[in-house]
């Protein structure tokens, strides 16, 4: 250790004791470090590399395909939270919450890391989201970052990523600004941290080469405590055994006051001994290849069969340099032409069960990923009729609600981590603009007092739900009311009726219609009392 110029709280033991734990956790990870990076090229179509050949090997994109169509039912069925208060007091602080949250996300750009995150998830199995406070800018703010599963380490053969010991964030920063930032170290900052740091253009040490050459690796070093029977989390910045800084020097409140690592990992399929798991570049990769082969074999046999050729024999008396030039209308011969002289050379086509076989891994390849053709718009079968083709899309999306389900999972985490940061750090009231859904604007006074006081401590629960239904969903409940309309449902003799079926169904706004329906009813009783009170007359 380097730590001559550090005389803060944190002992040179327990600092023995991180550094020990962050190289372990690195040489565990190793294997799932090059996976990504695997990954992300066969994600790009980039596993066949040799363009020396005369005829390159062929990457069909099926792969591609699945990951984008999985991508866009995420993105169809982007999440929305609902605070739920647990006492009755609270009801006021769940309204404003559940009103502000969107505009917070907004204003942290959530939907664009959201979008990279499942990107990233769909590749390799699990994607990682950073809930931060930054105290830049003024009052500060919350900060919400995609984090790339390369930087980040956690103990071995933990599942939940809140049980290890520590989690090291990793970051490649100019040497400039931390000259800046710590300039009593400035003779340090020389680019040569002795790591390995793998990037996503080769898998090769590059602790000498140019991506170190201007900056040093630097290491966020997260673990929990207890300060006065209260777990808190805190952080140790370090690079090359020398520490930077400690939140432990700043106080005794700890960095984060609600205990848990300001990470939450979002998995698609969950692997055991792991926090993290795999995606579909691993399941579809290997009819991908198989898939990519065949089609090399159908390429090299329409190259060859196309072509005509011809075997001319030694001293045959034929100028071959003008037989092969197309742009010759005569050619010379000397002496007799017969068939022992020259012969065409044709290839015979593929047998038709190679093109068979190629379909048929298309298809594994569609039903291994629950990539089917109906799910995006095609109605092979003969399934022509509107209802059909919507009951089979539903009945085929069930593996991709189940996918979207978890990533709500952690969405749930992720608001509860900015609940917990506005509870801690916004001490002074925010203004939130609101558009309603009337299109007038709503402005909202916000403040950790709405939530925690020195009286009361406000819990919540928090429900999640897609912001934006499905197009087909959509027309569907357009289709069902306006049949509904049709049949006169929704008349005010019949309003009672019409109140008892909207609640037994399944529709989005249905308490708006129930609302309506009651004031019709209201109404149309109101005008014919008048006329009953006259006829009593």
Known sequence: MKNDRYSGKIKAEFFGKVLECYKLYREHKQLFDRRIIENNRWYKSRYNTDFSAEVPEPTTPYLFNVIANKHADAMDNYPEANILERSEADRGAADKLTKILPMQLDLCDFKRTYSRAWWYKLKNGASCYGVFYNPSGGSGDIDIRRIDLLNLFWEPGIIDLQDSRFVFLTALIDND????????????????????????????NTASGDILKDKTLVVDCYYKRLVNGRQTVDIIKFFDGTILEASEDMGDEGLYAHGMYPFVLDVLYPDEDSPVGFGFVDIVKNPQLYIDRLDSLISRNALISGKTRFMVKDNGGINEYELVDLNRDIIHVAGSVGEENIRELQAKPMHNFIIQHRQSKIDELKEIAGNRDFQQGDTKGGVTAYSAIVALQ?????????????????FRD?????????RQFYKSPRSYRISRDDGKREYISFSSEDIENEYHR????????????????????NQTLTELWQMGAFEPERADAAVLLLESMHLDGKEKLIEGLKNIKSRALSVSRPKETAKGL
């Open 177 to 204: 600004e931390l000259k800046y930032r710590y300039p009593h170290l400035a003779d340090r900052f020389t680019g040569d941290s002795g790591m390995e740091v793998l990037t996503y253009d080769d898998m090769q």
């Open 458 to 477: 406000a819990e919540f629960d928090i429900s999640v739900s897609a912001e934006k239904n499905n197009p087909y969903s959509r027309i569907t409940q």
């Open 414 to 422: 992720i608001v509860y981590l900015c609940i917990e940061l506005m």
């Open 394 to 410: 539903q009945a085929g999306e069930k593996l991709a609600r189940d996918m979207i389900t978890t990533g709500y999972d952690a």
